[in-house]
């Protein structure tokens, strides 16, 4: 199985976490294990038993297991929440955990798209850059730019103090456009920082958790496991522990 996964060019940081690919030439399906990662994906999928599709996948707020079907290749995009708004200017409120497939031609990509993965990138941040919506709200800016730079580890009244906007405003916005409150999005971001001290061994609480007990509980609430077996990887069932770099 090869997986590759490349950052978007800077016009499109504030929206675009990273494109990325993986392909399963084997003759079987690869079971695997989704973790929550604070994003939502388009996802552009060839091969298999299925016709080619797009599919609109929201958060996730726990694990679920799934498969990548034998003999596919699957390319998307995921994005940052200001995406939701400013970009796409669809609500994700109802899709919490869930997925939705998207109309046929959706950004006019094509199965042969998906046989070079530079030029689907390429392509696929052209249209992006179209979408784009001006007059974007300086706090909403702000508020993501801290989460991401914090790691989801800063409190909920300190963000809400930094940007200026009231903590009943944040999680109604929030609520309404995702589904989820501040609070539960940013323990999210940083369970999913954590994974790469726990892909380097480093088993002890980091990012603002109060104890050891608190960090067992937040990594098995989010992966299912605790930190020891998710660091394991077994059977390299974890898609966001492995190497992106790998073939």
């Not at 399963?24 to 999928?45: H, M, Q, T, W, Y």
């Not at 940052?80 to 400013?86: D, P, Q, S």
């Not at 006019?108 to 979408?131: N, Y």
Request: contains cysteine.
């Amino acid at each position: 199985m090869e997986i590759k996964s490349i950052p978007p060019a800077k016009s499109l940081t504030d929206f675009v976490e990273s494109f990325w690919m993986i392909r399963n030439d084997a003759p079987e399906e690869k079971e695997i294990i989704v973790l929550p990662d604070g994003r939502f994906d388009i996802i552009f999928s060839v091969g298999g038993n299925e016709a080619f599709h797009a599919t609109l996948r929201g958060l996730d707020t726990r694990p679920s297991q799934a498969a990548i079907p034998r003999q596919i290749t699957m390319f998307a995009v995921s994005f940052k929440l200001l995406a939701i708004e400013y970009l796409l200017d669809i609500k994700m409120a109802d899709m919490v955990n869930e997925g939705q497939q998207l109309p046929d031609g959706f950004w006019h990509i094509v199965p042969a798209d998906l046989e070079d993965f530079d030029r689907f990138c390429a392509k696929v941040s052209a249209t992006l850059l179209r979408l784009i919506k001006p007059g974007i709200d300086n706090r909403k800016k702000e508020l993501f730019d801290l989460i991401y730079s914090s790691n989801g580890s800063l409190a909920v009244q300190e963000l809400a103090d930094s940007v200026a906007w009231s903590r009943r405003q944040i999680n109604r916005y929030f609520n309404e456009q995702f589904g989820i409150s501040l609070k539960a999005y940013c323990n999210i971001f940083r369970f999913k920082a954590s994974l790469q001290q726990l892909k380097e061994g480093r088993l002890f609480p980091e990012l603002n958790y109060t104890d050891q007990n608190h960090f067992i509980k937040e990594v098995k609430k989010f992966a299912g496991v605790v930190p020891k077996e998710l660091a394991k990887n077994q059977n390299g069932r974890f898609i966001l522990l492995s190497d992106p770099s790998q073939e």
